[in-house]
């Protein structure tokens, strides 16, 4: 399965759940039941994700900025508010590229 090893795999992850939230997830023959992508596993790859990109401990008040963003948006996606959620996650893309 995918993980978000750095900023350039966040970039392309958020692009990633964009595209395929909240079930469009592409499946792939080479994993088990267990690899593929969903929901869930897709948020804590963002997740894990503003904490590559923010590890320093001065940055602590924008990663729970960028993780309520995230919390929203997940919730919005599994309460089937689609629209909501890409905005969202755009929201989440332009904080955690954006320096205060």
Do not use: C
């Given at each position: 399965?995918?993980?978000?090893?750095?900023?350039d795999?966040?970039?392309?992850?958020?692009?990633?759940?964009?595209?395929?939230?909240?079930?469009?997830?592409?499946?792939?023959?080479?994993?088990?039941?267990?690899?593929?992508?969903?929901?869930?596993?897709?948020?804590?790859?963002?997740?894990?994700?503003?904490?590559?990109?923010?590890?320093?401990?001065e940055?602590?008040?924008?990663?729970?900025?960028?993780?309520?963003?995230?919390?929203?948006?997940?919730?919005?996606?599994?309460?089937?508010?689609?629209?909501?959620?890409?905005?969202?996650?755009?929201?989440?893309?332009?904080?955690?590229?954006?320096?205060?």
């Open positions: 399965m995918f993980v978000v090893e750095t900023v795999d966040l970039w392309n992850h958020i692009a990633y759940v964009i595209s395929y939230a909240p079930n469009r997830f592409p499946y792939r023959d080479y994993l088990g039941p267990d690899g593929q992508m969903d929901l869930d596993k897709a948020f804590g790859q963002l997740r894990a994700g503003v904490t590559i990109a923010y590890p320093e401990d940055y602590s008040s924008k990663r729970e900025d960028l993780e309520a963003i995230l919390r929203r948006s997940h919730e919005a996606y599994q309460s089937g508010d689609d629209i909501r959620g890409i905005r969202l996650l755009q929201e989440f893309e332009d904080g955690i590229f954006k320096s205060d």
